[in-house]
């Protein structure tokens, strides 16, 4: 047993609604106490706004190498993922945890305290497996450990470059043959306090229908729709929409989640809605990429609960993810007002889709995590310091103090480091 912490939060986000002066008392890692409009008591003050820890529902953790890189000229989200190989192919287990523990550092800083993490770099280069067959996977699950965050590894099967042709390149190192061979891998992973295995099939062009039959995991995810010409590709061979594939093999269920979703039909829509599949939004990524404009909110009014994620890592920043799916409605539809700041609040600390059911929220007995966000620095100063500020003001770089699992991971005066750590790790991987 941990000797109790308490904060007093100056304002905090507690049962959708913010409140004043709440009194968190804190042991063996969840809250034991919340009261609101306590009187100073000597606990740790913490000035601003509160929120519960935030949720990164998808993470590719060695893209983060390509910020700033992959920018450059013109091109598709096909061309992008030429120079993401690259990046792919350069990699061991000791440079990817290296890699991961600096981008999940990141993370934390910005107040992510569950990172949901889309594992498919498993083998050697040359499609041999290491000694360790999933010494990749162990390394992100390490990298988690050291950066201060929880991970669910959502190692993921992939086996065909594209409907049936052969990995070709460094897609060798994402494929183990076949879904069985795959699951016996997944199985020997092994899980930790901090970490949590589930399973991803990284795509319907990636995974034939037969072999997706075969096995299901709980969470599992699924890249879905995020292009045209998958969709056109699918029609072609199975004369049905990637949603309607992934419901044909059994997994269009509440336990699953949906990344992207951005080009669906209104019956991909009605049936996602109807199975409660999670849909996981990803906005700075899908606009970086010209993916185009997912339908959120109709997905949401048809029963799917949204989460969000960082995907490529061209920000690591949920507040701005939050904000873009408003924003991106807005652009789509030229009418504002789409979505509440108390609805993509709850979206963005959304833990339940990576199997943490007991995060997101301060409330007694649930999982210790706060996120402190300035409201007096520049661009929160005078906002309302309320969930207004939150979702429509604040940036990653306005998180001034994390608590994840009771024990603090951040302080403000870490981010010059962690830069440096970030330039030095990343530097080195290209030169």
């Known amino acids: ?190 899980s930790a306090d901090h970490a949590r295995i589930g399973g991803a099939y990284h795509s319907v062009r990636a995974v034939p229908l037969e072999q997706m039959k075969r096995h299901t995991a709980a969470p599992l995810h699924i890249h879905l729709s995020e292009q045209r010409a998958e969709n056109e590709q699918c029609q072609a061979v199975y004369g049905m929409t990637p949603t309607q594939v992934f419901a044909e093999a059994g997994h269009l269920t509440e336990t699953s989640t949906l990344v992207h979703a951005t080009h669906l039909t209104d019956e991909d829509r009605r049936l996602i809605g109807e199975a409660r599949t999670f849909t996981c939004f990803c906005p700075t990524t899908e606009r970086d990429l010209g993916d185009g404009i997912g339908p959120s909110r109709a997905l949401r009014d048809a029963g799917s609960p949204l989460s969000l994620g960082s995907d490529s890592h061209a920000v690591i920043d949920l507040f701005e993810e939050m904000r873009a799916v408003e924003l991106d409605e807005r652009l789509a539809t030229q009418e504002r007002g789409h979505w509440t700041a108390a609805e993509l609040l709850e979206a963005a600390t959304r833990h339940d889709s990576l199997g943490w059911d007991d995060a997101g929220r301060i409330a007694v007995g649930a999982r210790a995590d706060l996120v402190t966000v300035a409201t007096d620095h520049v661009r929160t100063a005078g906002t309302g310091a309320d969930e207004q500020t939150a979702v429509f003001a604040a940036v990653a770089e306005d998180v001034t103090h994390v608590v994840a699992d009771g024990r603090v991971v951040f302080r403000e005066g870490d981010r010059a480091q962690l830069g440096r750590d970030l330039d030095d790790v990343i530097g080195r991987l290209w030169r």
């Open 1 to 190: 047993m941990s000797e109790p912490t308490s904060y007093l939060l100056e304002r905090a986000w507690v049962d959708d609604v913010v409140q004043d002066d709440v009194l968190v008392e804190i042991e063996d890692g969840r809250f034991v106490r919340v009261e609101v409009g306590a009187p100073p008591d000597g606990s740790e003050s913490l000035a601003g706004l509160t929120i519960p820890g935030l949720a990164n529902c998808h993470s590719h953790a060695f893209h983060r190498a390509l910020r700033g890189r992959t920018q450059r000229g013109r091109g598709t989200f096909w061309t992008w993922r030429d120079q993401m190989y690259d990046v792919a192919a350069r990699l061991d287990p000791d440079g990817y945890r290296e890699l991961a523990t600096v981008t999940f550092r990141e993370m934390v800083a910005a107040g992510i305290t569950t990172v949901g993490e889309f594992h498919y770099l498993h083998h050697q280069p040359d499609g041999t497996p290491y000694d360790d067959p999933n010494a990749m996977g162990h390394a992100l699950i390490e990298a988690a450990k050291e950066a201060g965050l929880r991970i669910t590894l959502l190692d993921t099967c992939y086996l065909s470059s594209g409907f049936g042709e052969p990995p070709q390149g460094v897609q060798v190192r994402y494929d183990d043959g076949d879904v069985d061979a795959w699951v016996d891998r997944v199985h020997a992973i092994g």
